[in-house]
């Protein structure tokens, strides 16, 4: 079996920051990209930011400059550190792990960004 975790998410105020941690651990292979999505209700699912093994990062464009996506291999963790946010930030980010033989889903964790 495979977990995947989210945490960190909460309430921040606008213009604050906030940090979100994904831990991936069970029965994986050697895991690959690890990415971050976000969902608000009634909207489809957005690509955030990902990262591969060796430490390439690629982000929306609408994101770039306030979102930095890192991962610490050993500890199988993706952090998602997130500066400047907005009310527009709102939403459940999750995290999609790949590994060599599958890819996985957090149940997410809420973010919130409001006064």
């Known amino acids: 079996q495979v977990q995947i975790m989210e945490s960190g998410g909460g309430l921040v105020q606008p213009g604050g920051s906030l940090r979100v941690s994904c831990a991936a651990s069970g029965s994986l292979f050697r895991i690959g990209d690890m990415e971050w999505y976000r969902q608000t209700p009634g909207s489809w699912r957005e690509w955030v930011a990902s990262?591969?093994?060796?430490?390439?990062?690629n982000y929306a464009d609408s994101l770039k400059g306030r979102f930095t996506i890192s991962r610490d291999n050993p500890k199988n963790t993706v952090y998602l550190q997130m500066n400047n946010l907005k009310p527009e930030d709102t939403a459940v980010y999750s995290c999609?792990?790949?590994?060599?033989?599958?890819?996985?889903w957090g149940q997410g964790t809420q973010v919130t960004v409001s006064s």
């Open positions: 999609h792990v790949y590994d060599d033989r599958a890819d996985y």
């Open positions: 990262i591969t093994r060796g430490g390439k990062s």
